[in-house]
């Protein structure tokens, strides 16, 4: 059963589910990436092009080094192309300034491999915090992250600081927080890097579900079993996209 407001989407022989209330949607087209260090040279991108339609998992692997948190940076806004374009949820990110790319950052969620969680700040103020930035209520605010915490089965980490937590806690607590304002899509850089098995398989339960109610995924890893969580697989090295696979579903 499809829930309300999701629709069915088939393409090349494979189901999505996607939300008809989003435009979640990336085409990259010839992108590249070259740092400059005084004379040298590192071309971190070359040529990268590939589309994503509304309510996919994408899964991105490859060896260190081979393009794929650069290619994540640019997607999450936090870096730039050098070459070739990006259309970015229905949105040419070349042609958009500083404030038009601040509103567009609303609209994703980010979970990297350190949970990167304020250590000053309680766990409900983490998984807060971005509520505030969108100005929600206070009423709505609380309702919102009580609501994500308890699914999570944290609620009983309410007003502890992430130094009280287990790596695993703390890394659930930054899945929260990326999708507590609903992001039309979800950029996650290694996610499980720091995981044993048992809290791996949790999270990546937890991003799967997030993914079945319709929210669009980008996912770097270098874990097989992670990537067989996705609808489909680009591999990088050197800066290349090598090939592009339907996921091998490994995991139970």
Not at 13 to 33: C, D, F, H, P
Not at 57 to 62: D, M, Q, S, Y
Not at 204 to 224: K, P
């Amino acid at each position: 059963m499809i829930p309300d407001g999701l629709l069915l989407w088939h393409k090349d022989g494979i189901a999505y589910v996607m939300n008809e209330k989003t435009n979640a949607w990336i085409q990259v087209r010839e992108l590249s990436r070259t740092f400059t260090n005084g004379e040298v040279e590192t071309r971190a991108l070359r040529g990268i092009t590939f589309e994503m339609v509304p309510g996919e998992f994408l899964a991105v692997t490859g060896p260190s080094g081979g393009g794929k948190s650069t290619l994540l940076h640019i997607l999450g806004l936090r870096d730039r192309g050098t070459g070739g374009s990006v259309r970015l949820l229905d949105r040419e990110l070349a042609t958009l300034g500083n404030r038009e790319r601040t509103l567009l950052r609303r609209k994703l969620g980010c979970i990297d491999q350190n949970a990167g969680l304020v250590g000053e700040l309680s766990v409900y103020e983490n998984v807060e915090l971005p509520l505030v930035f969108l100005g929600m209520k206070r009423k709505e605010r609380r309702k919102r992250v009580e609501e994500l915490l308890d699914r999570l089965k944290l609620s009983h980490r309410l007003h502890h600081r992430p130094a009280q937590l287990s790596g695993g806690q703390q890394q659930r607590i930054a899945f929260a927080r990326a999708i507590a304002s609903r992001p039309e899509l979800l950029l996650a850089d290694e996610p499980t890097g720091n995981l044993d098995s048992a809290n791996r398989v949790l999270l990546m339960d937890l991003l799967s579900d997030f993914n079945r109610q319709g929210g669009s995924i980008v996912m770097v890893t270098h874990s097989a079993k992670d990537a067989s969580y996705a609808h489909r697989i680009l591999h990088l090295n050197d800066g290349s996209l090598l090939s592009e696979n339907q996921a091998q579903h490994l995991h139970p």
